[in-house]
């Protein structure tokens, strides 16, 4: 399924103000077309890796992929920079930590990573090798993903640029669910019963005043840099940001 997210959203000639490209969506065929497509795509010369990350594990090296660990729910979840992290993470927190949570400093809680350690949420690499393969083959696992242009937007003052296949082994583990922070409403519901989520916007405003002018040679050169995370999400640039160049 290939659809540019932006496109939809900004399309005309509805008649409608409140408009909804997905109001009609089978959603339990959306979220299987995401993995099938992801699943195929690792599959192919360009995207499937020399060496896996179970592959470095064995041979004793510990790349940092950010996996955050319920151990009791048995659930995994990747942690991408601006793609809603914090939230996921302080709702992890939450099903780790149910007798702790309520007790903890509000501070804490309301950080900008909820809360790290011993009575917090921690990472994969945490546990020994040996134990990390047996729950990324057993463990539900989960990510959020959103229109790279957007993210790269979002870290425009901050140091978050990795590209999605790199901060997250992607075409290393088979994914339980994809989801997109342009259907975050649905795609948590799915995941979760309740998530703190904002509405997703329509608003392009922001992402027009900074990528305009930008040129096509340069908007071409950032979409060949992060060629992977469109690719592999089903993400295209939008016309309309091609049309303003």
């Known amino acids: 399924m290939r659809y540019s997210l932006l496109d939809a959203?900004?399309?005309?000639?509805?008649?409608?103000?409140?408009y909804d490209p997905?109001?009609?969506?089978?959603?339990?065929?959306?979220?299987?077309a995401r993995k099938i497509r992801l699943r195929q795509l690792c599959e192919t010369e360009e995207f499937k890796p020399e060496f896996?990350?179970?592959d470095s594990w064995r041979n004793g090296s510990s790349p940092d992929v950010r996996f955050v660990v319920d151990e009791n729910n048995k659930v995994l979840y990747c942690e991408l920079p601006k793609v809603g992290c914090t939230n996921w993470k302080r709702t992890m927190l939450q099903l780790i930590q149910p007798?702790?949570?309520?007790?903890?400093?509000?501070?804490?809680?309301?950080?900008?990573?909820?809360?790290?350690?011993?009575?917090?949420?921690?990472?994969i690499t945490e546990w020994p090798a040996e134990e990390r393969l047996k729950m990324?083959?057993?463990?539900?696992?989960?990510?959020?993903?959103r229109h790279p242009l957007e993210r790269i937007l979002s870290a425009y003052r901050i140091r978050h640029w990795k590209r999605y296949v790199d901060l997250c082994g992607i075409c290393s583990f088979d994914w339980n669910f994809v989801g997109k922070l342009e259907t975050v409403n649905e795609d948590?519901?799915?995941v979760l019963e309740e998530y703190p989520v904002k509405n997703r916007t329509t608003d392009h405003s922001m992402i027009i005043r900074y990528y305009k002018g930008l040129g096509k040679h340069w908007l071409d050169k950032l979409y060949e840099t992060y060629k992977p995370d469109?690719?592999?999400?089903?993400?295209?640039?939008?016309?309309?940001l091609i049309d303003i160049q």
């Open 52 to 54: 896996s990350i179970q």
């Open 230 to 240: 469109f690719d592999l999400f089903g993400y295209e640039v939008p016309n309309y």
């Open 188 to 190: 948590s519901q799915f």
């Open 9 to 18: 959203e900004s399309e005309e000639g509805s008649g409608e103000s409140d």
């Open 136 to 145: 990324v083959d057993t463990f539900y696992k989960f990510i959020f993903v």
């Open 99 to 123: 007798k702790t949570f309520g007790k903890l400093a509000f501070d804490d809680i309301k950080g900008p990573h909820g809360h790290y350690g011993e009575e917090g949420y921690k990472y």
């Open 22 to 32: 997905f109001k009609n969506l089978d959603w339990e065929s959306e979220y299987e």
